[in-house]
């Protein structure tokens, strides 16, 4: 069965940062692009950044890119986003969820979320 | 960027009741669209890839159709576990993109 696990949220002031990850199980981390996907309260599902299966290569949301850093250890079967320069508008909960073999794939597994807020 | 719409925006129905929701993208998807059922706390799950298949395990109540830029999705019959907000995504192209949601309330 497949887990991914988020951790590292929490509360943090306007220009702080914060780095979240994704622990991964029940599946062979190494051969799967993964992605970040994240909900500000209320709202819809906004795509964040998604990471290929080596590590090689990564993209980014507008809104993110430059600030964000999509990073991942396959020794460890963890995902990373390191999170800087964090704005009001970046509260949401932040999901991280399994890709294709290929980064233009269905999400498939589903972290269960973890909640970021930027407030003074 | 590929922008997608969904219609409408919310609707409730009656248990059995089928439900259609559509899926609308500004640019030509081919087939690579998804259906996400989120639950109030709870993650997405994938519900349909490639615009018509159905993800193992999922019930076969639940389906999707179509293909370049206008696509479905249908509840067959409606059942009060089904009540969640749905989404479409594709994955066509970068930035990909998802729809805002339908939320599904039972009458």
């Known amino acids: 069965e497949v887990q991914l696990v988020e951790s590292g949220g929490g509360v943090v002031q306007p220009g702080g940062s914060l780095r979240l990850s994704c622990a991964a199980a029940g599946f062979t981390f190494s051969n799967y692009a993964m992605t970040w996907v994240r909900q500000a309260p209320g709202k819809g599902l906004e795509w964040v950044s998604v990471?290929?299966?080596?590590?090689?290569?990564?993209y980014y949301a507008d809104s993110v890119k430059g600030r964000f850093t999509i990073s991942r250890d396959n020794s460890k079967n963890t995902l990373y986003l390191q999170m800087n320069s964090l704005r009001v508008d970046d509260t949401a909960t932040y999901f991280c969820?399994?890709?294709?073999?290929?980064?233009?794939?269905?999400?498939?597994?589903w972290g269960q979320g973890i909640l970021v807020t930027v407030s003074s | 960027d590929n922008q997608m719409t969904q219609s409408p925006s919310s609707l409730s129905a009656s248990v059995g009741d089928r439900v259609t929701i559509t899926c609308q993208a500004s640019?030509?998807?081919?087939?690579?669209l998804s259906w996400y059922q989120q639950k109030p706390g709870k993650a997405p799950k994938l519900l349909i890839y490639?615009?018509?298949n159905l993800e193992t395990g999922v019930p076969s109540r639940f389906s999707g159709s179509g293909s370049g830029t206008h696509f479905t999705f249908t509840i067959s019959s409606l059942q009060p576990e089904d009540i969640a907000t749905y989404y479409c995504q594709q994955y066509d192209d970068l930035p990909f993109t998802f729809g805002p949601g339908t939320k599904v309330d039972i009458k």
């Open positions: 490639d615009a018509s």
């Open positions: 990471i290929t299966s080596s590590g090689a290569s990564s």
């Open positions: 640019q030509d998807i081919s087939k690579y």
């Open positions: 969820a399994k890709d294709g073999a290929v980064i233009a794939a269905p999400f498939d597994s």
